[in-house]
């Protein structure tokens, strides 16, 4: 009696299994699945089930450096990353040997095929595009394994040197190129409005010579300047004085 207590107590002590929260237990018996147990303790018949626990937390995958040509001949060396999760651990058991190694070599091939469509400025500036595309080039194989591929980023591009070196040469001539754009743009403006005060001068002749006038008070400010008035200028004082008089007749009358 005491030995049949034992080998019952042996058994359920064998046949206990712990499934952690973020996990999925799959259960065999003879080969053959018979149910999926919740996270929890649970228990199987030693000897004639076996449990596989499947992981169902986001998982980050590294693509490694890839050498692509791309659509413009230039070589590259590009990298991304790519985060996927079981939904279905059945599928992600009985369909597929190893999900990680599939999804790792689906991904090094699409990323490749998929850059290698694309002009090296293309790449550089329109990554989205690039990301989306391989996403769902990915979700689309792995969907049958009852895995969801939820994003594929570009992490890094290492271009060769000597097109670093073009690359950084093409933007120093577009910035030289805006700089003088904006000073021809100001020196354009400036000439505008010089027109415009040389029209308004020709029209009023005193203006020119109070600007003058307005010139020596602002050098005479320094107090040590010596100051030479030219004989237009003289007669520019009359005829100041000659319009003075002629603006106090008419108010006089």
């Known amino acids: 009696m005491t030995t049949a207590i034992i080998i019952v107590l042996l058994i359920?002590?064998?046949?206990?299994?712990?499934?952690?929260?973020?996990?999925?237990?799959?259960?065999?018996?003879?080969?053959?699945?018979?149910?999926?147990?919740?996270p929890g303790l649970t228990w199987i018949i030693p000897f004639i089930e076996t449990l596989r626990n499947v992981d169902l937390r986001t998982v980050t995958l590294p693509v490694p450096p890839q050498k692509i040509i791309t659509k413009d001949n230039v070589s590259v060396d590009v990298s991304a990353?790519?985060?996927?999760?079981?939904?279905?651990?059945?599928?992600?058991?009985v369909a597929i040997q190893n999900v990680r190694e599939a999804i790792d070599q689906i991904a090094q091939t699409s990323l490749r095929n998929v850059v290698g469509k694309f002009q090296l400025d293309e790449i550089l500036s329109e990554r989205d595009v690039i990301n989306a595309e391989i996403t769902k080039i990915?979700?689309?194989?792995?969907?049958?394994?009852?895995?969801?591929?939820?994003?594929?980023?570009?992490?890094?591009?290492?271009?060769?040197?000597?097109?670093?070196?073009?690359?950084?040469?093409?933007?120093e001539a577009e910035r030289e190129k805006r700089a003088k754009i904006i000073a021809a743009e100001g020196e354009y403006l400036s000439a505008q409005k010089l027109a415009d005060t040389a029209d308004i001068m020709m029209k009023h002749p005193l203006?020119?010579?109070?600007?003058?006038?307005?010139?020596?008070?602002?050098?005479?400010?320094?107090?040590?300047?010596?100051?030479?008035?030219?004989?237009?200028?003289?007669?520019?004082?009359?005829?100041?004085?000659?319009?003075?008089?002629k603006e106090g007749l008419s108010l006089g009358e």
């Open 138 to 171: 990915l979700d689309a194989f792995t969907e049958q394994w009852g895995v969801v591929v939820s994003a594929v980023e570009i992490k890094d591009i290492q271009l060769p040197d000597d097109m670093q070196r073009a690359i950084a040469k093409q933007a």
């Open 12 to 38: 359920l002590f064998f046949g206990i299994r712990i499934i952690q929260q973020y996990q999925k237990g799959v259960v065999f018996r003879f080969g053959k699945i018979v149910g999926i147990r919740n």
């Open 207 to 245: 203006a020119l010579q109070l600007r003058n006038l307005q010139t020596m008070a602002e050098i005479g400010a320094e107090k040590n300047s010596t100051i030479i008035f030219p004989a237009q200028l003289m007669s520019t004082v009359s005829d100041i004085q000659n319009f003075i008089k």
């Open 81 to 93: 990353v790519s985060y996927y999760r079981i939904v279905d651990p059945v599928k992600s058991i």
